[in-house]
């Protein structure tokens, strides 16, 4: 097995990526993303990658809503896609939904963190606590997409009743971890855009998404934590909104979607990015020169003299992509982008 490339950052120096004050080096977080079938193609082989190209940071991962855990008096559906199997199919269910929400004093699920938690801080890790979905991604499971982008106009107030119940949930979970586990980011994920545009209008995400985001972004920042967001496709519309609402860290900046060197530019000092290389065209079609290229260009963009930049596959990396790709994609995010920052030391 050949040798590590470089020793996981400290604590210190991912927060100083973050916060643009010159890391010694671009921190790598979810680089290695190995998406569904990808160890059955190359088993062992990712586990030499795992080895040689460490991930910065240390995950917590939970699912502080999750339907199978509530005890409901239906039967949610358990087949068909999530979009299309709605555990809240009618209005008329959810006091009890919101009334068997759970609360992490009473949640097994979670009674592990702590120790790894305190296995990644005597490591020196910093930390992120992590779970998927928010205040979109959650309520279109909640609901079905279908529902949910009617009841926008709709059930305007059914969706407020919803998205209140979700954020008092999330925000008991937020204060059990900066209580329990002392994370450095929270780290979620909402799929606010599509190939062109927001899934919804402007004027819907800010009347009924984004009023929720701003709590958690207040009780991170008063805390001194970091709020760290995914969200696919084109969220150009929305970046001020969640600026706003106090974000830290954007992933991706989808290629294709977003004109990232306008992003880049018009966000910097304000925005730091979580840089995600594209995992749908350049890396499973690409020659590793090309991939090595679309690195460097990542870099390039996103990274200042006083930092800003991460660096991440998009999403997940997809079975059929080539070895030699995933491997040039890492091996140049490393060597590349410890050079990037070397000329500003």
Not at 14 to 37: D, K, N, S
Not at 285 to 293: I, K, M, N
Request: hydrophobic share 40%.
């Amino acid at each position: 097995m050949r040798k590590r490339i470089h020793e996981p950052l400290s604590r210190e120096d991912v927060a100083r990526a973050v916060e643009g004050r010159q890391p010694p080096r671009i921190p790598m977080v979810l680089a290695r993303w190995w998406g569904v079938g990808l160890h059955d193609q190359y088993g062992g082989r990712l586990l030499e990658l795992d080895e040689r190209f460490p991930d910065d940071v240390g995950h917590l991962w939970l699912e502080p809503v999750c339907a199978s855990r509530m005890n409901l008096s239906w039967r949610p559906p358990d087949t068909g896609s999530l979009e299309n199997r709605p555990v809240l199919d009618e209005w008329s269910k959810l006091d009890e939904f919101i009334e068997k929400l759970p609360r992490p004093e009473h949640d097994d699920s979670i009674r592990d963190l702590p120790r790894l938690a305190e296995k990644a801080h005597h490591e020196g890790l910093y930390i992120l606590m992590c779970w998927w979905c928010l205040f979109f991604e959650k309520p279109w499971n909640i609901r079905g997409m279908e529902n949910l982008m009617v009841d926008y106009h709709e059930n305007p107030d059914k969706v407020r009743l919803l998205h209140q119940a979700l954020l008092d949930t999330y925000l008991a979970y937020l204060r059990w971890g900066l209580k329990e586990l002392s994370f450095d980011g929270f780290f979620t994920s909402d799929d606010l855009g599509h190939q062109t545009q927001l899934m919804m209008s402007p004027a819907v995400f800010r009347s009924l998404i984004k009023p929720y985001y701003q709590p958690i972004g207040k009780l991170l920042k008063d805390n001194g934590k970091h709020f760290w967001l995914h969200s696919c496709g084109n969220n150009t519309e929305a970046l001020d909104d969640l600026v706003d609402a106090g974000l830290s860290v954007f992933h991706p900046v989808q290629k294709h979607t977003m004109d990232e060197i306008a992003i880049a530019r018009k966000y910097r000092g304000r925005l730091a990015f979580l840089a995600g290389f594209d995992v749908q065209q350049t890396l499973l079609h690409g020659t590793p020169d090309e991939v090595r290229q679309e690195a460097r260009h990542l870099i390039d963009t996103f990274d200042w003299p006083e930092g800003g930049m991460c660096m991440a596959a998009g999403n997940g990396i997809v079975a059929g992509t080539p070895y030699v790709n995933i491997e040039a994609f890492l091996e140049e995010t490393a060597l590349y982008g410890k050079a990037h920052r070397e000329q500003y030391r």
